[in-house]
């Protein structure tokens, strides 16, 4: 989708078409998506969050100066409300010493491991390692998204890697 | 399996990624041939990695279903309503402003402050909304139950963040005395965008309270008042966080005005009066979440010759409760600091009690330095002559009599950015408003020293007044706008703003020490001639005292 193209469903949607807004949603879906599992860790509240975000961008387009910036704007978006979701979460959990997670006892599918371990790291490595490895950008387009040195960015994909390896190991998925 | 050598995790990790350059592949290889527990470990990163690569692979055969199903709520949704269109009015053009809380520099660099202290309640408001911002504040802790707040600081990568090494806020902690420490929340210069979370409880039913700022999951920075004591939490040396008590002294009383303590509207505009208000400007915006606020700019002063260091605060208010929405710092066009309120909500109880137990003997897992760090007692007020001396690096002076037109005096020790810049400041407030302010630093005695060698030349335009008996010469010339900077950081004791007519003058000792002079208004040469002529060194000073 060109920026001419998206400056043009931004012009229709405002206007009121809710089929303009519809391919926006289809065009941006994938990174807002991913935005809110990278914040969240997890996939359910990811896709919740992310119909929320779309309605915030169709209630607010009157305040999107450039249209063509549409995609930045609703990122945006994305992460200010996920991240203001994170810490609506209980804040005396953060100081409370966490109770160490019992083992289910059940054998766990590869992929659910892997979905428990992201969903372990923090989130300024989660975010890194979600855009890099499921949004297929590279590590120059993960700085730009992120506003943060290239430097950095190979940082956290290098930390993200190893805790997740980490986390798994502890699952007993990996030997 | 034991673990890979540490020296070679990370190499390991970055070949995974794709990430390694030759030089460093090639030694990595010739490891692995001999390590079996690296080789063991280069391979379960890289199972890892293919592991990721099919979850993507798996989770991005779930985005067409979930993104028609976003499209189908949202198609199903009502009616959108209607946004008003919003529109920016051009800003008026500015001349000078009041300055908040950030530095202004002059002449060579001197860093001058405003000092906020929790501010007085009889200070005149004559901004309607400041007033309405300052009250729905103020409202926030009201009320029967406790609240919450959250305010984020940000940090933003800028050429004023890089050329000054960071940036600053002033920041107030309760003693145990009542009354309040004024601190420095320093924050360095770093390559990358960072933040400062800044929460506080409050019970507005016993004024109990517990502020806390952390950067990067740690905790740098805690106060707390449990109703029998204040706390506070501190790094010490050997690398634990101790959480001490302070017995509360016999006039001790909870903040008064908790909004101005540890809410968003600390460091707002006080003492305006119309002699001043004429460059603020006020518009309507929309923030990137849709909420409707009022903006106002309030700038520092653009000094003589120094038009590029134009600065501002934004305040913006919100539309809806009037409460602040966030403050955005911004330096030659570019954002440095922008504190955004992120919560403010009512808490069932503190969300960490109120004597900070939990904190006390933590040890952080870095050793690298905070990226955040409070410089306590950045300012004290109204010390003593022997306080000057024994922390001043350089030949300090006072009155030895108190003019005959000031009712009250006292020194202020503004510790901001190390001993190279301490500044003393010695003020006089007058019942006629002829205050008097009377800066010393560090800084000046390299500005002598430059000027003594050559190399920096006397500003342009100076005059010489008159010489003093004591060997004193006083001279006009400092760039506009310096008499109002000098006599607004003194504000918390003159507790007036300057006025129009307020002059400036620099003062060059026996020794060469320089001492900068502003007068709330003017003064007859002989008034002058005795003032200047009262200054004799802090010491010869004290020894008369004894």
Redesign the interface.
């Known amino acids: 989708m060109t920026s001419t193209d998206i400056g043009q469903l931004v012009g229709l949607a405002r206007e009121?078409d809710?089929a303009a807004?519809?391919g926006l949603?289809?065009g941006h879906?994938?990174q807002v998506?991913l935005t809110c599992l990278g914040v969240l860790g997890n996939?359910h509240d990811a896709?919740d969050l992310?119909?929320e975000v779309?309605?915030?961008g169709?209630?607010?387009?009157?305040?999107l100066r450039d249209d063509s910036q549409f995609g930045a704007?609703i990122s945006?978006?994305a992460r200010?409300?996920c991240i203001?979701q994170l810490?609506?979460r209980k804040?005396?959990e953060?100081?409370?010493d966490k109770a160490q997670c019992q083992s289910e006892g059940k054998p766990a599918t590869?992929?659910i491991d892997?979905?428990r371990a992201l969903a372990k790291l923090p989130e300024d490595l989660r975010l890194p390692?979600v855009l890099h490895?499921?949004d297929g950008r590279n590590?120059k387009q993960v700085a730009e998204y992120l506003?943060?040195?290239a430097?950095?960015v190979?940082q956290r994909?290098?930390q993200a890697?190893?805790q997740?390896?980490d986390h798994?190991v502890e699952s007993g998925d990996?030997? | 399996m034991s673990g890979p050598c540490k020296a070679y995790q990370d190499l390991i990790a970055d070949r995974v990624l794709g990430h390694l350059d030759p030089d460093q592949g090639q030694a990595l290889e010739l490891h692995i041939k001999t390590c079996p527990a690296c080789a063991d470990y280069q391979q379960a990163l890289q199972e890892d990695h293919n592991s990721l690569l099919q979850f993507g692979e798996a989770l991005g055969e779930t985005m067409s279903p979930r993104m028609e199903a976003c499209v189908a709520a949202l198609t199903q949704a009502g009616p959108v309503p209607e946004q008003p269109v919003i529109s920016i009015r051009r800003p008026k053009k500015m001349s000078l402003l009041i300055k908040l809380a950030a530095a202004a520099v002059i002449t060579v660099g001197i860093t001058l402050t405003t000092v906020f202290l929790p501010g007085p309640t009889d200070v005149q408001l004559t901004l309607q909304l400041v007033n309405a911002s300052l009250a729905a504040e103020n409202a926030l802790f009201t009320g029967e139950q406790p609240i919450y707040i959250q305010n984020d600081i940000t940090v933003y990568p800028t050429a004023a963040t890089k050329e000054w090494g960071g940036a600053w806020l002033p920041m107030c902690s309760l003693k145990g005395d009542g009354k309040f420490r004024l601190d420095q929340l320093k924050l360095t210069a770093e390559e990358d965008v960072y933040t400062v979370i800044d929460q506080a409880w409050y019970d507005p039913s016993t004024g109990r309270f517990v502020r806390i700022l952390e950067v990067d999951k740690r905790v740098i920075f805690g106060n707390a008042y449990d109703g029998a004591s204040v706390f506070t939490a501190e790094w010490q040396e050997d690398g634990s966080l101790q959480v001490q008590p302070q017995a509360l002294g016999n006039r001790f009383t909870a903040p008064e005005q908790p909004a101005q303590f540890f809410g968003l509207a600390a460091g707002m505009p006080s003492g305006l009066d119309k002699g001043t208000l004429d460059l603020i400007t006020i518009e309507p915006e929309t923030l990137s979440d849709g909420t409707a606020v009022q903006t106002f700019k309030v700038g520092t002063p653009a000094l003589e010759g120094r038009d590029n260091q134009d600065s501002y605060w934004l305040f913006r208010v919100r539309d809806d409760d009037k409460t602040v929405a966030e403050k955005e710092f911004v330096v030659k066009g570019e954002t440095l600091l922008l504190i955004r309120r992120v919560l403010s909500e009512p808490a069932e109880a503190g969300g960490i009690n109120w004597d900070m137990r939990e904190l006390h003997g933590r040890r952080s897992s870095s050793t690298a330095p905070p990226k955040a760090a409070i410089n306590a007692d950045m300012v004290q007020t109204d010390i003593s002559v022997k306080h000057m001396i024994e922390h001043a690096s350089f030949e300090t002076y006072m009155l030895k009599q108190q003019p005959a037109w000031v009712d009250h005096m006292e020194i202020m020790d503004l510790n901001i950015a190390g001993p190279q810049q301490r500044m003393f400041t010695l003020i006089g407030r007058a019942p006629d408003k002829r205050h008097i302010v009377l800066v010393q630093s560090a800084a000046f005695k390299q500005l002598s020293q430059l000027m003594e060698s050559g190399q920096i030349n006397t500003p342009e335009g100076a005059t010489l007044v008159c010489e003093t008996a004591n060997g004193f010469q006083v001279g006009t010339g400092a760039p506009a706008g310096t008499a109002k900077m000098l006599l607004q950081s003194a504000m918390s004791v003159t507790k007036a703003p300057p006025s129009k007519d307020c002059m400036a003058y620099g003062l060059l000792a026996p020794d060469q020490t320089f001492l900068l002079l502003a007068v709330n208004g003017s003064l007859t040469e002989e008034e002058l001639k005795q003032l200047v002529n009262d200054l004799i060194p802090a010491k010869q000073y004290l020894e008369r005292e004894k």
């Open positions: 009121g809710r807004y519809a949603i289809r879906y994938q998506f996939q896709e992310a119909q779309f309605m915030k169709l209630t607010q387009l009157n305040s704007w945006r978006i200010n409300t203001n810490r609506k804040v005396s953060r100081y409370m590869h992929r892997v979905q390692l490895y499921f590590v506003e943060m040195s430097s950095n190979y994909l290098r890697l190893t997740l390896h798994l990996v030997s």
